[in-house]
Each structure stands twice: as structure tokens, then as C-alpha cells.
């Protein structure tokens, strides 16, 4: 395929994630590009860059995203009366092990997204998805430990996904690749997004527990002095400290729904593709089309479940 009409492709797919405006603008580049590419490239690598471009994303967000364990540790800490302060309990260290094995789980999908990619545009087929699984770290089950079925599950869908990006089963095979990881993809989708989606929640709970603290000024501080009890209120400092824990975890949930987005947009790409895989149809124009309007709509799904929940919360 040509280079023009391959990057027309990826310039598409990523108008499509920030927007429909953005779309509409690149829209007459793309049909320009493939205007002159068309008959060299087909459908199906079409179908593939726009999968592998959207899920090769998620690689920068796994950076960020998930931190259930930050919410752990901000709702323990608002939760606690003065002078009762104890360490860390079991529960957030339980959150720190499943935010690493989400974003390792994550990691997984940008990898395997990379894989399609290079399988889409036809060069390296024979070692696509090598370097891209080495990258990920992960050997065996001791290297992602899991708690919970749905753990378990993502947890042995991410080390299936290495291990076919890793030995090239499906043979440079675009449409085998895709129908092959399927079950794997399945199972680490459903569980991220609800992790995602209950990190964002915690979020939005430690928000409104933090502008209750702040509003409140009920905080005191006793001690002894002399022989005699002295307690002082809390100051402007206080207050202050409240609001920053306020504006910061505003940006994690922000955060935690723009990735709950991506990642649902990635799922719902790769679910169009496993149907046009198994009824023959990636190479259709159609196809192409359909990848596009499904990751606008689980995007859009998201972002009228934020603001729903915003509109509860307040």
C-alpha cells in the first residue's frame, strides 16, 4: 500500500477518536488517498490499521491508568478520625497488585494493536508480533499475579495473547489473527472497563468527600500544654490541602473515563473486525466504515455516562 494512502488511514482512525469535527475535516484527504492506493491496498488493510492504530494507543495510557490504589489510600486517609491514623490496609495493597495487572493487561492489547498494524500494511508479516510481545515482559502467570475471576480470566487472556504474537501463529494472516485472539481480547476488555469504571467512580467519591471536609471545618487538633487540654482549629492550610485532594482526583477521573473510553473504543473496533473475519468481509469498504462509526459510538457511550454520573453526583 502505498505510504499516502497508509497514513490517510491512520490519520482517519485518529480524527474519529478525538471527534466527529475532526472526521469530517480528514475525510476528503482519506478519499483522495485512496483514490490513488485503493486498488494496491484493499479493505482488509484498511480494516486492520484502523483495529491496530486505535488499540497501539493505549500504550501512553496504561502509563496513567488504572490507580485504584490511589483511591484506596485517599478514602482511608478522609475516612480516618484525628488521632487514629493506621497504616495502609490489606484492601489498598489488593488495589496496587490489580492496577498492575490491568495496565500490564493493557500493555498486552497496544501490543497485539502494534501487531495488527504492521500484518495491515503487508511488510514483516513473517516476525509481526515478536518484538512486540518480548516488550511486554511477561513469561508466565507468576509474572502477573491475579485475584478474582476476572483477573484470572484477563490475567490468561494477556498471556495467550503474547504467547500467539510471540511464536506468529496465525502466519501473517490478518483475518486468523484476529479471529484467534478474539476470546482473549473478550476477556481482558470486559474486565478493564469495569476496573476503569469503578476506579472513576472512586474518584468522584473521594471528590465529594474532600469538599465536604473542606466545607465542614470540623477538624481540631488537642493536645497538652501545661497540664491543660488545648485543642486548635483547623486553618487556612487545611482547607487548602482539602482543595488540592479535590482538584486532583477531578483529574483522575477525568483520566479514568477518557481511558475507559479509548479502551471501549478499541473493543468495539475489534468486535466489528471478529465478524468481518469470520464472514469474509475485511477486505470490504464497508467494513472500514463500520470500525469508524463503531469507535464513535462506544466513545460517545462513555461520555454520556460521565456526564450522567456527573449530574447525580451534584
Known amino acids: 500500500m502505498p505510504q499516502v494512502a497508509l497514513r490517510a488511514v491512520r490519520v482517519a482512525v485518529e480524527a474519529a477518536v478525538l471527534g466527529s469535527r475532526a472526521m469530517n475535516r480528514w475525510m476528503t484527504v482519506l478519499g483522495a488517498a485512496l483514490a490513488l492506493g485503493g486498488a494496491a491496498c484493499g479493505g482488509a488493510v484498511q480494516s486492520g490499521v484502523a483495529v491496530g492504530r486505535v488499540g497501539h494507543g493505549l500504550s501512553a495510557q496504561a502509563r496513567t491508568a488504572p490507580q485504584g490504589a490511589e483511591v484506596c489510600t485517599l478514602q482511608e486517609s478522609l475516612a480516618a478520625?484525628?488521632?487514629?491514623?493506621?497504616?495502609?490496609?490489606?484492601?489498598?495493597?489488593?488495589?496496587?497488585?490489580?492496577?498492575?495487572?490491568?495496565r500490564r493487561s493493557m500493555a498486552?492489547?497496544?501490543?497485539?494493536?502494534?501487531?495488527?498494524?504492521?500484518?495491515?500494511s503487508g511488510s514483516g508479516t513473517d516476525n509481526a508480533g515478536r518484538l512486540e510481545a518480548a516488550a511486554t515482559g511477561l513469561r508466565d502467570a507468576d509474572?502477573?499475579?491475579?485475584?478474582?475471576?476476572?483477573?484470572?480470566?484477563a490475567r490468561d487472556g494477556a498471556l495467550a495473547l503474547v504467547k500467539q504474537m510471540s511464536t506468529g501463529s496465525a502466519g501473517g494472516d490478518l483475518g486468523r489473527a484476529i479471529k484467534d485472539a478474539a476470546p482473549h481480547v473478550k476477556a481482558i476488555c470486559e474486565g478493564l472497563t469495569a476496573y476503569l469504571e469503578t476506579t472513576a467512580k472512586g474518584f468522584a467519591d473521594v471528590e465529594r468527600d474532600?469538599?465536604?471536609?473542606?466545607?465542614?471545618?470540623?477538624?481540631?487538633?488537642c493536645g497538652t500544654a501545661s497540664g491543660v487540654n488545648v485543642c486548635v482549629s483547623e486553618s487556612p492550610i487545611d482547607r487548602m490541602v482539602y482543595g488540592n485532594v479535590f482538584a486532583q482526583a477531578s483529574l483522575l477521573e477525568s483520566t479514568h473515563n477518557e481511558t475507559r473510553a479509548s479502551v471501549a473504543g478499541f473493543c468495539a473496533a475489534h468486535r466489528k473486525a471478529e465478524q468481518a473475519a469470520a464472514d469474509g468481509n475485511l477486505g470490504k469498504d464497508q467494513t472500514y466504515v463500520d470500525i469508524v462509526e463503531a469507535i464513535k459510538s462506544a466513545q460517545h457511550a462513555s461520555s454520556d455516562a460521565k456526564a450522567g454520573a456527573k449530574s447525580t453526583k451534584k
Open 81 to 102: 478520625l484525628p488521632g487514629t491514623e493506621k497504616p495502609m490496609s490489606e484492601a489498598c495493597g489488593k488495589a496496587a497488585r490489580s492496577d498492575l495487572l490491568w
Open 143 to 153: 509474572s502477573m499475579p491475579a485475584d478474582g475471576a476476572a483477573e484470572q480470566s
Open 210 to 221: 474532600a469538599e465536604k471536609k473542606r466545607a465542614s471545618r470540623g477538624d481540631r487538633r
Open 108 to 120: 498486552v492489547l497496544a501490543a497485539y494493536g502494534q501487531t495488527l498494524e504492521t500484518l495491515a
